[in-house]
């Protein structure tokens, strides 16, 4: 049997018809296993995205089929094509404006085209409404919001649209009658937010374990990378006010567990918790990030001088 040749590129080198992998590697018979190119190019954040992905092949990679943000927090910039495009659909309200406009050009309440069903449902009189989007019988958006005398509280309940569903709706958009263009009033309602170039970039807290780690073996002289990479890790905490990427906290703590012997020495021993406890951490703490970054539950006062606007806001 032939060698298979696997690559490993970053996605933009589709471009240059995958041109300059990251690394290359041969799977033999009985999966012999040989390098043809080494990973030099590849950062070291990169490699722990891989890394962290391999420590899930044991429980099971998440479903694709689950909610898109878990799905960004499980696998990072190991996600499916797409992912971030749709989640910054949804941070601009973008998605759901063309969900609404869609209705509203149809000049209806329920709409199916195809597999697809996009239904609203209101209920002005106690203030509650929901826009939803499904495919055969599974749900893939579920937007609720909700009239309260404080405001509107508006919030994405569902997310299990991937790029795979979002191109056939875009099109279903442009071809609708007369749907020229979205509605200025839904696109980047929630505010300007900067955008991230990659999921696996959004930074959650220096783990407590590995900052007291990092903070005594820095204070003591016992540098856990070269002087130019602790410099920049140190910038980096700074800038960011203590934050560092999922994939950068577990290059750290591999490298402040290498000094184990120095941090049980200290006058008051310090003990790193497994990189499995660590991780359950960070896992957790990057996912409530992409939530809140992409999707968040929206509280907006009521402009008393506008009551067309609210109810057309409840009309989603």
């Not at 300059?20 to 995205?49: C, H, Q, R, V, Y």
């Not at 960004?72 to 989640?87: E, F, I, N, Y």
């Not at 402040?256 to 991780?279: D, G, K, T």
Request: aromatic share 6%; net charge negative; glycine share 6%.
């Amino acid at each position: 049997m032939a060698r298979q040749l696997i690559g490993i590129h970053h996605r933009q080198d589709e471009l240059t018809d995958f041109a300059n992998p990251l690394m290359e590697f041969t799977i033999g018979k009985n999966d012999s296993f040989a390098i043809k190119t080494p990973p030099k190019g590849m950062l070291p954040a990169e490699k722990e995205e891989f890394l962290m992905v391999g420590d899930r092949l044991e429980s099971g990679l998440p479903d694709p089929k689950t909610d898109l943000r878990d799905l960004a927090a499980a696998l990072g910039s190991l996600a499916p094509a797409g992912t971030l495009s749709t989640l910054e659909s949804f941070r601009q309200t973008e998605a759901l404006g063309l969900l609404n406009q869609i209705l509203e050009k149809a000049k209806t309440d329920e709409i199916q085209v195809g597999d697809y069903l996009i239904s609203r449902r209101r209920n002005l009189e106690d203030g509650k409404g929901q826009l939803c989007l499904e495919k055969g019988d599974r749900d893939l958006v579920k937007y609720p919001v909700d009239k309260t005398p404080q405001g509107l509280i508006k919030q994405v309940d569902k997310l299990n649209l991937t790029q795979w569903d979002w191109q056939p709706i875009q099109f279903i958009a442009k071809n609708t009658k007369s749907l020229n263009s979205l509605d200025g009033s839904l696109v980047g309602s929630i505010g300007n937010k900067d955008s991230l170039p990659f999921v696996s970039q959004i930074q959650v807290p220096l783990h407590p374990d590995l900052k007291k780690a990092w903070e005594y073996l820095n204070q003591h002289g016992c540098p856990v990378n070269t002087q130019e990479e602790n410099d920049r890790i140190k910038a980096t905490l700074e800038h960011s006010k203590g934050r560092l990427s999922v994939a950068e906290q577990r290059e750290l703590y591999y490298k402040c567990f290498l000094h184990h012997h120095e941090l049980m020495s200290a006058p008051n021993p310090i003990h790193l918790p497994s990189i499995q406890e660590v991780m359950k951490d960070l896992d957790r703490w990057r996912k409530q990030a992409i939530s809140a970054h992409y999707t968040p539950i929206q509280h907006l006062a009521i402009n008393r001088e506008k009551v067309a606007d609210t109810q057309a806001e409840i009309a989603l």
